[in-house]
């Protein structure tokens, strides 16, 4: 806390007056690319976040620095012109979030100098976009004074990803990161936005988070090529179904009438989401009942869909996933995020944690030619303040 206030100082040359604001990643459990298709999910905030602290300024310059990038100094822009630029980088996030929540007629009048620290591992698919998003909303609130829940934040992050970032996201990443629970999963229906929270009790195990640093940004990435041949899938099945969402057909309905769905393609598309959801429905019943084995198994299954019908996992993911399976300790290993490179989840039994990193760090680098990295994470609260701000 008092290393990032002495940077603050020393950036800025002005003493912050908010609190300290966290925002955690999230990994997903299972369910994976459901959530834009109106099913369920089951992620989880972890330890791994972003830090941001600021104080307000009399103008109306908004001024941004990162300590992850400070080749980048300091990037600055005006209350009057919040739009998107592409020599922004990853200040476009923060941007977008002051933009949707004045947009919403929140009471930002002046412009803030805002500084922000993140240990997400980098283009790791833990969502440090989202992140950003609602730890700047939750600094925004304590610098202007103003009343928004956490749904609100929410909302307003997904809007940032969809109108102003260009990415056909769901609403599960700024879902997990607001309203994380410690120790349990969110069991999201991202249809109707109902959630309940599932004990995430995992005894002697923990959650191994394995970044292939096969670098990808998510915008630029096949992810929106899949959302339009979800989009075809579903207007095929509207043809025969009285149906809204992918996720409104069950198992049984997908392979009575998959014949709909004439391009063999789609059809592989359609057939992983319906298939994901009923998993992450059963997912939560074995995670309720504290039977980890079976979640385990879900979560290869999940994986084994992601490759073959929704190939979105590429060699890198393969390699760990596939590896991971063949240790000892290990309950479930699945890719986790939209793909595409980024990062695996295992479950691993804690005495052979040390074993495990070894033994899939060394097939990885023979078969990829760099390391992995590897994070055990906890399962953390959603985005909040973590001190008092200091007097002024």
């Known amino acids: 806390m008092n290393d990032l206030r002495t940077t603050f100082k020393n950036t800025f040359n002005n003493v912050a007056e908010s609190s300290i604001c966290f925002a955690p990643g999230r990994i997903n459990l299972i369910g994976e690319h459901t959530d834009y298709n109106g099913g369920y999910v089951l992620p989880a905030a972890i330890s791994y976040g972003t830090y941001a602290l600021g104080v307000k300024r009399t103008d109306q310059k908004f ?38 929540l004045k947009n919403s007629n929140y009471p930002i009048h ?144 997908f392979h009575a009438y998959k014949h709909v769905i004439t391009s063999p393609t789609i059809q592989k598309r359609a ?47 393969d390699t760990i996933v596939h590896t991971a399976w063949k240790q000892d300790g290990v309950l479930g290993a699945r890719m986790t995020g939209a793909g595409f490179g980024g990062c695996a989840i295992a479950i691993v039994a804690q005495e052979k944690i040390d074993a495990f990193k070894a033994n899939v760090n060394n097939t990885y680098r023979q078969t990829i030619g760099y390391d992995a990295s590897f994070y055990t994470a906890s399962i953390v609260n959603g985005a909040n303040s973590l001190e008092i701000a200091p007097n002024k």
């Open 110 to 253: 002046t412009g803030a100098d805002i500084m922000f620290y993140g240990n997400i591992p980098n283009q790791a698919g833990l969502s440090s976009s989202a992140s950003i998003e609602l730890v700047t909303g939750i600094l925004l609130q304590q610098l202007f004074h103003f009343e928004a829940d956490k749904l609100t934040f929410i909302q307003l992050g997904q809007q940032v990803e969809n109108a102003y970032m260009g990415v056909n996201s769901g609403i599960m990443d700024q879902f997990a990161i607001g309203l994380g629970k410690q120790d349990h999963a969110i069991l999201l229906n991202c249809k109707t936005n109902d959630f309940k929270y599932v004990p995430l009790h995992l005894q002697e195990y923990e959650i191994v988070i394995i970044h292939s640093n096969k670098q990808r940004t998510l915008a630029d990435s096949k992810y929106n090529e899949r959302f339009n041949e979800c989009q075809e899938a579903l207007t095929a099945l509207q043809t025969v179904l009285p149906i809204q969402h992918l996720s409104d057909v069950s198992l049984q309905q």
């Open 271 to 317: 057939k992983h989401v319906i298939s994901e959801n009923d998993r992450t429905l059963q997912a939560s019943t074995e995670l309720k009942n504290g039977n980890l084995s079976a979640f385990g198994e879900l979560m290869n299954l999940s994986h084994q869909s992601l490759q073959e019908d929704y190939e979105v996992t590429g060699k890198e993911l």
């Open 63 to 100: 001024r941004f620095f990162s300590e992850n990038f400070p080749e980048s100094g300091i990037i600055a822009c005006d209350l009057k012109d919040l739009s998107f630029q592409q020599a922004d980088q990853w200040a476009n996030y923060p941007k977008g979030m002051i933009q949707a």
